[in-house]
Nanobody, 119 residues
């Protein structure tokens, strides 16, 4: 399975971006697809997750009310809609997926897409 993340860019504070993560390869039936980010000089942190079946989602506290994760199962793609962006959202964003419930472990990672929010 390959994950291709895209949609990053430079945006002013208060603006919006939509990230995409498309999965390709062998039959894809994950447990969840998640987004993480790593800001310069900081540890990687969880951003959002969505179960591949059902509607369960989860968000980091800083993203609640601003970020929305959703998926298109037919396209094997997960999206992260980010609104009201802040300079502190600047980071490389990564998508990841796992085939079953595992705490802190993922089977596949995307290559990352840079998000830069200017003040």
């Amino acid at each position: 399975v390959q994950l291709q993340a895209s949609g990053g860019g430079l945006v002013q504070a208060g603006g919006s971006l939509r990230l995409s993560c498309a999965a390709s390869g062998r039959t894809f039936s994950p447990y969840s697809m998640d987004w993480f980010r790593r800001a310069p000089g900081k540890e990687r942190e969880f951003v959002a997750a969505i179960r591949w079946s059902g509607s369960s989602t989860d968000y980091t506290d800083s993203g609640k009310g601003r970020f929305t994760i959703f998926r298109d199962n037919a396209k094997n793609t997960v999206y992260l809609q980010m609104n009201s962006l802040k300079p502190e959202d600047t980071a490389v964003y990564y998508c990841a997926t796992k085939s079953r419930f595992m705490v802190g472990k993922y089977d596949y990672w995307g290559q990352g897409t840079q998000v830069t929010v200017s003040s």
